[in-house]
């Protein structure tokens, strides 16, 4: 199971992530979002933690995406819309619901993107899960995910993966270590 902690903003809460068992953690290069991090200071949280650095997108051209990872050091782009650049990793994401025909894989993964990620409407807001199953090869939840629900999101969805930010936090952008813990180890032991 792929576990994404994101909204990492701090490098303790990206050293926390990586010790606790993440796969991933994920940083916000939306300017409006309270998690917004600058491309240098991403690079520095993640600089020698064995995790996938993720970086998130909204509605961005595929040159300014490519010049955020490279300076950032990312390994992902996750992608709200937009373009994404050629010969990177892409994550392409979607709030929900989506219609029902959109629930495609084919759809959902135009631009040989490697993964689907299936958000809430609004941050940390769940959704059916079980509008996502079936819906790509390599399924990323997220959206109102933690330690309490967790499990039950991968028994309906049967995701590759899982992401939470906002639930695991005492403000936006500081996380809350021991809720990041739980929930990942709620994930790991529901596989």
């Not at 068992?21 to 933690?49: H, K, N, W």
């Not at 595929?62 to 990872?69: F, P």
């Amino acid at each position: 199971m792929m576990v994404k902690i994101c909204g990492i903003t701090r490098r303790e809460d990206a050293e926390t992530a990586a010790r606790e068992g993440a796969s991933a953690i994920g940083f916000v290069f939306y300017p409006t979002s309270p998690r917004y991090v600058e491309p240098a200071a991403a690079a520095e949280m993640g600089q020698g933690l064995d995790v996938w650095k993720v970086g998130i997108f909204v509605n961005e051209t595929s040159a300014s995406v490519d010049a955020v990872m490279r300076a950032a050091c990312l390994d992902v782009a996750q992608i709200y819309g937009g373009e994404a650049p050629r010969g990177v990793r892409v994550w392409r994401a979607f709030r929900m619901p989506l219609p029902a025909k959109d629930l495609l894989a084919q759809d959902l993964l135009e631009h040989d993107a490697e993964a689907v990620l299936l958000d809430g409407l609004a941050n940390g807001v769940t959704f059916n899960w079980l509008l996502a199953r079936n819906s790509a090869a390599k399924l990323i939840v997220a959206g109102g995910l933690d330690a309490s629900n967790v499990a039950e999101a991968i028994r309906v969805a049967r995701p590759w993966g899982v992401d939470a930010s906002s639930s695991l936090e005492t403000a936006p952008g500081v996380k809350d270590h021991a809720k990041m813990r739980a929930f990942i180890q709620a994930a790991r032991e529901a596989q």
